[in-house]
Protein backbone atom coordinates (compact mmCIF):
# COMPACT_ATOMS: atom_id res chain seq x y z
CA UNK A 1 0.00 0.00 0.00
CA UNK A 2 1.53 3.20 -1.06
CA UNK A 3 1.54 5.67 2.18
CA UNK A 4 0.79 9.91 0.71
CA UNK A 5 1.33 12.40 3.45
CA UNK A 6 -2.05 13.53 5.05
CA UNK A 7 -3.33 15.73 7.45
CA UNK A 8 -6.63 14.40 8.91
CA UNK A 9 -8.23 15.88 11.66
CA UNK A 10 -9.34 12.25 14.21
CA UNK A 11 -11.86 12.30 16.32
CA UNK A 12 -12.33 10.18 19.69
CA UNK A 13 -14.96 8.32 20.07
CA UNK A 14 -16.73 7.45 23.60
CA UNK A 15 -18.37 4.39 23.21
CA UNK A 16 -20.64 3.13 25.78
CA UNK A 17 -22.84 0.45 25.58
CA UNK A 18 -25.92 -1.09 26.79
CA UNK A 19 -25.40 -4.67 26.87
CA UNK A 20 -28.08 -6.95 28.76
CA UNK A 21 -28.29 -10.51 27.31
CA UNK A 22 -30.97 -13.02 27.04
CA UNK A 23 -31.52 -15.93 29.09
CA UNK A 24 -29.65 -18.90 28.30
CA UNK A 25 -31.09 -20.65 25.17
CA UNK A 26 -31.69 -24.47 25.36
CA UNK A 27 -29.49 -26.25 23.93
CA UNK A 28 -27.68 -23.32 22.59
CA UNK A 29 -29.69 -22.63 19.46
CA UNK A 30 -29.75 -18.47 18.54
CA UNK A 31 -33.27 -17.34 19.67
CA UNK A 32 -34.40 -14.36 17.53
CA UNK A 33 -36.00 -11.49 19.28
CA UNK A 34 -39.89 -10.94 19.96
CA UNK A 35 -41.17 -10.12 16.70
CA UNK A 36 -41.44 -6.18 16.42
CA UNK A 37 -39.58 -3.47 13.99
CA UNK A 38 -35.52 -3.38 14.61
CA UNK A 39 -33.95 -0.73 17.17
CA UNK A 40 -33.50 2.39 14.89
CA UNK A 41 -30.06 4.01 14.70
CA UNK A 42 -30.14 6.60 17.28
CA UNK A 43 -28.44 10.13 16.68
CA UNK A 44 -27.34 10.90 20.24
CA UNK A 45 -24.79 13.97 20.55
CA UNK A 46 -21.78 13.60 22.52
CA UNK A 47 -22.05 14.89 25.55
CA UNK A 48 -18.11 16.02 25.68
CA UNK A 49 -16.03 18.65 23.83
CA UNK A 50 -13.41 17.27 21.31
CA UNK A 51 -10.17 18.46 22.66
CA UNK A 52 -6.65 18.48 20.68
CA UNK A 53 -4.16 16.83 22.56
CA UNK A 54 -0.76 16.04 20.82
CA UNK A 55 0.82 15.26 17.32
CA UNK A 56 2.44 12.85 15.89
CA UNK A 57 6.04 13.32 14.97
CA UNK A 58 6.87 12.84 11.01
CA UNK A 59 6.93 9.27 10.46
CA UNK A 60 7.28 9.85 6.73
CA UNK A 61 9.47 6.84 4.40
CA UNK A 62 11.65 8.43 1.81
CA UNK A 63 11.02 5.29 -0.57
CA UNK A 64 6.78 5.21 -0.01
CA UNK A 65 7.41 1.82 -0.61
CA UNK A 66 5.12 -0.66 1.98
CA UNK A 67 7.33 -1.73 4.65
CA UNK A 68 7.75 -5.31 4.77
CA UNK A 69 5.84 -7.70 6.33
CA UNK A 70 6.59 -9.21 9.99
CA UNK A 71 5.75 -12.47 8.81
CA UNK A 72 9.20 -12.33 6.53
CA UNK A 73 11.50 -11.17 9.41
CA UNK A 74 13.83 -12.85 11.19
CA UNK A 75 13.51 -11.40 14.31
CA UNK A 76 16.95 -9.15 14.33
CA UNK A 77 16.15 -5.78 12.59
CA UNK A 78 12.70 -5.10 14.21
CA UNK A 79 12.93 -1.58 14.86
CA UNK A 80 10.72 0.62 17.83
CA UNK A 81 10.42 3.69 15.43
CA UNK A 82 7.74 5.10 17.58
CA UNK A 83 6.07 5.21 21.35
CA UNK A 84 3.03 7.12 22.28
CA UNK A 85 2.97 8.03 25.93
CA UNK A 86 -0.85 7.59 27.05
CA UNK A 87 -1.82 5.25 29.85
CA UNK A 88 -4.61 2.52 29.57
CA UNK A 89 -4.14 0.70 26.54
CA UNK A 90 -6.37 -2.42 27.33
CA UNK A 91 -7.37 -2.34 23.86
CA UNK A 92 -6.14 -1.04 20.53
CA UNK A 93 -6.59 -1.49 16.85
CA UNK A 94 -5.67 -0.41 13.29
CA UNK A 95 -8.64 0.76 11.23
CA UNK A 96 -8.31 -1.52 8.42
CA UNK A 97 -7.42 0.63 5.71
CA UNK A 98 -4.51 1.21 8.04
CA UNK A 99 -4.84 5.42 8.29
CA UNK A 100 -6.20 5.51 11.94
CA UNK A 101 -5.04 3.79 15.14
CA UNK A 102 -7.45 3.75 18.10
CA UNK A 103 -6.45 3.30 21.87
CA UNK A 104 -8.45 3.88 25.14
CA UNK A 105 -6.90 5.89 27.81
CA UNK A 106 -7.34 4.31 31.54
CA UNK A 107 -10.74 4.38 30.61
CA UNK A 108 -11.56 7.82 30.56
CA UNK A 109 -10.18 8.54 26.39
CA UNK A 110 -9.75 7.41 23.05
CA UNK A 111 -7.48 8.46 21.02
CA UNK A 112 -7.60 7.94 17.06
CA UNK A 113 -4.30 9.25 15.43
CA UNK A 114 -2.20 8.25 12.41
CA UNK A 115 -0.09 4.93 13.42
CA UNK A 116 1.29 4.23 10.08
CA UNK A 117 4.56 5.91 8.15
CA UNK A 118 3.77 8.25 5.32
CA UNK A 119 1.67 10.03 7.44
CA UNK A 120 2.59 13.10 9.30
CA UNK A 121 1.56 15.76 12.05
CA UNK A 122 -1.72 14.32 12.20
CA UNK A 123 -3.90 16.29 15.35
CA UNK A 124 -5.58 13.90 17.71
CA UNK A 125 -8.47 14.87 19.40
CA UNK A 126 -10.00 13.24 22.91
CA UNK A 127 -13.52 12.89 24.43
CA UNK A 128 -14.24 11.68 27.80
CA UNK A 129 -15.71 8.19 28.71
CA UNK A 130 -17.16 6.67 31.30
CA UNK A 131 -15.21 3.72 32.04
CA UNK A 132 -12.82 4.68 34.82
CA UNK A 133 -11.24 1.68 36.36
CA UNK A 134 -12.70 -0.37 34.21
CA UNK A 135 -11.37 -2.51 30.97
CA UNK A 136 -12.70 -1.06 27.60
CA UNK A 137 -13.34 -3.34 24.69
CA UNK A 138 -13.64 -1.99 20.63
CA UNK A 139 -13.75 -3.33 17.36
CA UNK A 140 -13.60 -2.00 13.98
CA UNK A 141 -16.10 -2.63 11.21
CA UNK A 142 -14.65 -3.95 8.10
CA UNK A 143 -14.79 -0.67 5.90
CA UNK A 144 -13.56 1.42 8.83
CA UNK A 145 -16.69 3.37 8.82
CA UNK A 146 -17.71 2.30 12.63
CA UNK A 147 -16.20 1.87 15.63
CA UNK A 148 -17.91 -0.75 18.23
CA UNK A 149 -17.14 0.04 22.07
CA UNK A 150 -18.34 -1.55 25.09
CA UNK A 151 -17.35 -1.07 28.67
CA UNK A 152 -19.80 -1.40 32.24
CA UNK A 153 -22.47 -3.36 30.12
CA UNK A 154 -23.27 -0.61 27.35
CA UNK A 155 -22.92 -1.32 23.78
CA UNK A 156 -22.39 1.22 20.94
CA UNK A 157 -21.72 1.37 17.93
CA UNK A 158 -19.79 5.32 16.60
CA UNK A 159 -19.22 6.87 13.54
CA UNK A 160 -15.20 6.47 13.70
CA UNK A 161 -14.15 9.57 11.60
CA UNK A 162 -17.03 12.01 13.11
CA UNK A 163 -17.33 10.81 16.32
CA UNK A 164 -20.96 10.28 16.84
CA UNK A 165 -23.12 7.75 17.93
CA UNK A 166 -25.05 5.82 15.47
CA UNK A 167 -26.65 2.82 17.06
CA UNK A 168 -26.79 2.11 20.97
CA UNK A 169 -27.35 -2.02 21.02
CA UNK A 170 -29.51 -2.93 23.97
CA UNK A 171 -30.47 -6.37 25.61
CA UNK A 172 -32.53 -8.19 28.44
CA UNK A 173 -29.32 -8.33 30.64
CA UNK A 174 -26.65 -5.90 31.63
CA UNK A 175 -23.34 -7.59 31.62
CA UNK A 176 -19.45 -6.35 31.61
CA UNK A 177 -18.62 -6.94 27.41
CA UNK A 178 -15.06 -8.13 27.53
CA UNK A 179 -14.58 -8.71 23.58
CA UNK A 180 -16.06 -7.94 20.46
CA UNK A 181 -16.05 -8.71 16.69
CA UNK A 182 -17.26 -7.59 13.47
CA UNK A 183 -17.96 -10.29 10.91
CA UNK A 184 -15.91 -9.80 7.34
CA UNK A 185 -18.38 -8.55 5.56
CA UNK A 186 -19.72 -6.12 8.36
CA UNK A 187 -23.14 -7.50 8.74
CA UNK A 188 -23.02 -9.04 12.25
CA UNK A 189 -21.19 -7.74 15.29
CA UNK A 190 -20.66 -10.60 17.98
CA UNK A 191 -19.50 -9.23 21.93
CA UNK A 192 -18.51 -11.83 24.64
CA UNK A 193 -19.17 -10.75 28.61
CA UNK A 194 -17.61 -11.45 31.95
CA UNK A 195 -20.71 -13.68 32.26
CA UNK A 196 -19.37 -16.61 29.57
CA UNK A 197 -22.42 -15.28 27.32
CA UNK A 198 -22.01 -14.39 23.64
CA UNK A 199 -24.44 -12.04 21.76
CA UNK A 200 -25.09 -11.64 18.09
CA UNK A 201 -26.42 -8.43 16.52
CA UNK A 202 -26.97 -7.12 13.38
CA UNK A 203 -24.89 -4.23 13.47
CA UNK A 204 -26.88 -2.07 10.70
CA UNK A 205 -30.28 -2.15 12.79
CA UNK A 206 -28.82 -3.15 16.09
CA UNK A 207 -31.48 -6.06 16.39
CA UNK A 208 -29.96 -8.80 18.64
CA UNK A 209 -30.15 -11.71 16.54
CA UNK A 210 -29.42 -14.65 19.20
CA UNK A 211 -27.47 -15.30 22.34
CA UNK A 212 -25.07 -18.39 22.80
CA UNK A 213 -24.53 -19.79 26.50
CA UNK A 214 -22.75 -22.76 25.83
CA UNK A 215 -19.89 -22.27 28.61
CA UNK A 216 -20.28 -25.05 31.03
CA UNK A 217 -17.58 -24.15 34.00
CA UNK A 218 -19.81 -22.84 36.96
CA UNK A 219 -19.84 -19.87 38.06
CA UNK A 220 -19.47 -18.66 34.31
CA UNK A 221 -16.15 -17.99 33.44
CA UNK A 222 -15.60 -14.56 31.19
CA UNK A 223 -15.68 -14.67 27.81
CA UNK A 224 -12.00 -13.84 26.65
CA UNK A 225 -11.68 -13.24 23.07
CA UNK A 226 -14.53 -13.49 20.09
CA UNK A 227 -13.78 -14.17 16.15
CA UNK A 228 -15.36 -14.75 13.34
CA UNK A 229 -14.34 -17.01 10.32
CA UNK A 230 -13.47 -14.83 6.70
CA UNK A 231 -15.88 -16.48 4.93
CA UNK A 232 -18.38 -16.21 7.75
CA UNK A 233 -19.22 -19.57 8.54
CA UNK A 234 -18.08 -19.75 11.84
CA UNK A 235 -17.83 -17.98 15.32
CA UNK A 236 -15.09 -18.26 17.70
CA UNK A 237 -14.85 -17.71 21.64
CA UNK A 238 -12.20 -18.72 24.44
CA UNK A 239 -13.32 -18.21 27.85
CA UNK A 240 -10.68 -17.88 31.04
CA UNK A 241 -11.65 -21.11 32.65
CA UNK A 242 -9.48 -23.20 29.63
CA UNK A 243 -12.84 -23.10 26.85
CA UNK A 244 -13.23 -23.28 23.04
CA UNK A 245 -16.34 -22.87 21.14
CA UNK A 246 -16.89 -22.82 17.68
CA UNK A 247 -20.33 -22.30 16.32
CA UNK A 248 -21.46 -22.99 13.24
CA UNK A 249 -23.42 -19.95 11.77
CA UNK A 250 -24.58 -21.21 8.17
CA UNK A 251 -26.05 -24.34 10.30
CA UNK A 252 -26.95 -22.58 13.25
CA UNK A 253 -25.66 -25.09 15.66
CA UNK A 254 -22.51 -25.87 17.84
CA UNK A 255 -19.45 -27.35 15.52
CA UNK A 256 -17.57 -28.52 18.69
CA UNK A 257 -16.19 -27.33 21.95
CA UNK A 258 -13.31 -28.18 23.98
CA UNK A 259 -12.78 -27.53 27.61
CA UNK A 260 -8.86 -27.93 28.79
CA UNK A 261 -8.41 -27.94 32.69
CA UNK A 262 -5.86 -25.54 34.61
CA UNK A 263 -6.04 -23.14 31.21
CA UNK A 264 -6.53 -20.15 30.17
CA UNK A 265 -7.73 -20.23 26.27
CA UNK A 266 -7.29 -16.90 24.33
CA UNK A 267 -7.41 -15.22 20.68
CA UNK A 268 -8.65 -17.83 18.22
CA UNK A 269 -8.16 -17.11 14.63
CA UNK A 270 -9.17 -18.61 11.69
CA UNK A 271 -7.04 -19.71 7.96
CA UNK A 272 -8.19 -17.17 4.87
CA UNK A 273 -10.30 -20.19 3.78
CA UNK A 274 -12.04 -20.87 6.93
CA UNK A 275 -10.68 -24.70 7.23
CA UNK A 276 -8.74 -23.94 9.90
CA UNK A 277 -8.80 -22.48 13.60
CA UNK A 278 -5.88 -21.81 15.78
CA UNK A 279 -5.81 -20.18 19.62
CA UNK A 280 -3.46 -19.91 22.06
CA UNK A 281 -4.10 -22.42 25.49
CA UNK A 282 -1.78 -21.06 28.53
CA UNK A 283 -1.21 -23.82 30.80
CA UNK A 284 -1.12 -22.09 34.37
CA UNK A 285 0.08 -25.12 36.14
CA UNK A 286 2.87 -25.78 33.95
CA UNK A 287 3.36 -21.93 33.44
CA UNK A 288 3.97 -22.66 29.54
CA UNK A 289 1.80 -22.06 26.33
CA UNK A 290 0.69 -24.20 23.35
CA UNK A 291 -0.58 -22.59 20.04
CA UNK A 292 -3.08 -25.95 18.65
CA UNK A 293 -4.85 -25.52 15.79
CA UNK A 294 -7.81 -27.40 14.63
CA UNK A 295 -9.81 -28.16 11.46
CA UNK A 296 -13.17 -26.63 11.95
CA UNK A 297 -14.92 -29.28 10.17
CA UNK A 298 -13.79 -32.15 12.09
CA UNK A 299 -12.54 -30.43 15.40
CA UNK A 300 -9.43 -32.39 15.84
CA UNK A 301 -6.32 -31.20 15.98
CA UNK A 302 -4.52 -31.17 13.32
CA UNK A 303 -1.33 -29.40 14.33
CA UNK A 304 0.24 -27.89 17.97
CA UNK A 305 3.29 -26.28 18.86
CA UNK A 306 3.29 -27.20 22.60
CA UNK A 307 5.55 -26.03 25.72
CA UNK A 308 6.25 -22.80 24.61
CA UNK A 309 7.76 -20.79 27.70
CA UNK A 310 5.69 -17.86 27.57
CA UNK A 311 2.64 -16.73 29.34
CA UNK A 312 -0.71 -14.74 28.40
CA UNK A 313 -0.77 -14.79 24.18
CA UNK A 314 -2.41 -11.22 23.79
CA UNK A 315 -2.29 -12.05 19.25
CA UNK A 316 -2.63 -14.86 17.54
CA UNK A 317 -2.46 -14.78 13.69
CA UNK A 318 -2.08 -16.48 10.13
CA UNK A 319 -0.33 -14.81 7.52
CA UNK A 320 -1.87 -13.83 4.11
CA UNK A 321 -0.74 -17.35 2.68
CA UNK A 322 -1.86 -19.44 6.09
CA UNK A 323 1.74 -20.81 5.83
CA UNK A 324 2.14 -19.10 9.27
CA UNK A 325 1.42 -17.94 12.65
CA UNK A 326 2.02 -15.02 14.84
CA UNK A 327 1.91 -14.95 18.32
CA UNK A 328 2.60 -11.56 20.51
CA UNK A 329 2.94 -13.00 24.81
CA UNK A 330 2.89 -10.95 27.42
CA UNK A 331 5.24 -12.64 29.64
CA UNK A 332 7.83 -13.24 31.17
CA UNK A 333 9.02 -10.24 28.84
CA UNK A 334 6.21 -9.18 25.74
CA UNK A 335 7.47 -10.86 22.39
CA UNK A 336 6.58 -11.83 19.18
CA UNK A 337 6.91 -15.28 17.57
CA UNK A 338 6.48 -16.66 14.33
CA UNK A 339 6.15 -19.99 13.88
CA UNK A 340 6.17 -22.00 10.20
CA UNK A 341 3.67 -24.65 9.93
CA UNK A 342 5.55 -26.60 7.39
CA UNK A 343 8.65 -26.97 8.57
CA UNK A 344 6.61 -27.03 12.41
CA UNK A 345 9.53 -24.73 13.93
CA UNK A 346 9.71 -21.57 14.99
CA UNK A 347 11.59 -18.82 12.97
CA UNK A 348 11.60 -16.02 14.50
CA UNK A 349 11.59 -15.20 18.12
CA UNK A 350 11.98 -11.39 19.21
CA UNK A 351 11.91 -9.77 22.65
CA UNK A 352 9.93 -6.57 22.06
CA UNK A 353 10.44 -4.97 25.59
CA UNK A 354 12.54 -6.03 28.47
CA UNK A 355 11.05 -3.49 30.71
CA UNK A 356 9.42 -5.61 32.97
CA UNK A 357 8.34 -2.41 34.69
CA UNK A 358 5.66 -2.05 31.72
CA UNK A 359 2.47 -4.64 31.65
CA UNK A 360 1.62 -6.07 28.29
CA UNK A 361 -2.26 -5.39 28.11
CA UNK A 362 -2.77 -5.60 23.86
CA UNK A 363 -1.30 -5.62 20.61
CA UNK A 364 -2.28 -5.01 17.12
CA UNK A 365 -1.25 -5.88 13.38
CA UNK A 366 -1.33 -3.13 10.98
CA UNK A 367 -3.61 -3.96 8.11
CA UNK A 368 -0.62 -4.99 5.51
CA UNK A 369 1.35 -7.22 8.50
CA UNK A 370 4.46 -4.25 8.42
CA UNK A 371 3.75 -2.38 11.74
CA UNK A 372 3.08 -4.18 14.96
CA UNK A 373 1.29 -2.16 18.17
CA UNK A 374 1.84 -2.64 21.38
CA UNK A 375 -0.37 -1.63 24.27
CA UNK A 376 1.60 -1.28 27.64
CA UNK A 377 0.31 -0.77 31.30
CA UNK A 378 0.46 1.66 32.64
CA UNK A 379 1.69 4.40 29.86
CA UNK A 380 3.24 3.03 26.29
CA UNK A 381 2.31 1.87 23.00
CA UNK A 382 5.26 1.17 21.12
CA UNK A 383 5.58 0.77 17.18
CA UNK A 384 7.62 -1.67 15.67
CA UNK A 385 8.80 -2.31 12.07
CA UNK A 386 11.48 -4.29 10.16
CA UNK A 387 12.24 -0.96 8.12
CA UNK A 388 14.86 0.72 10.69
CA UNK A 389 16.26 3.41 8.56
CA UNK A 390 13.52 6.05 7.34
CA UNK A 391 10.94 5.67 10.10
CA UNK A 392 12.80 8.67 12.36
Not at 114 to 133: D, R, V
Not at 256 to 279: E, H, M, N, Q, W
Not at 290 to 302: F, P, S, V
Request: net charge negative; with cysteine.
Amino acid sequence: MQRKIRCLTLFFATFVLGFGLAACIPGGTPVPLPAGSPMPSQAIPATATFLPTARLTPLSSPTGTPLPSLFASNGGDLTNFYTLDTPGNTSIAFSPDGLLFATDEAGQAWILFSGIPGISQLPSHTIELSCAEREVSFAYSPDGQEIAYGCNGRLEIWDARQGEILTELRAAKTHDISALAYSADGKYLAAGTTEGVVSLWDAASGERLGDYDELVTEPPSSVRDVAFSPGGRYLAWTSRAGELLIWDLAARQKAGRLLYDKSILSCPTFSSDDSLVAYAVWHLDRVSTDIDILETKTIKLKDSFPGIKVENVVLLKFSPDDGKIMAVSARPNAAMLIFDLARRQTVTAFIANPDTSLRLMSAALSPDQGILAIGYYPHEVQFWATEPGPLH
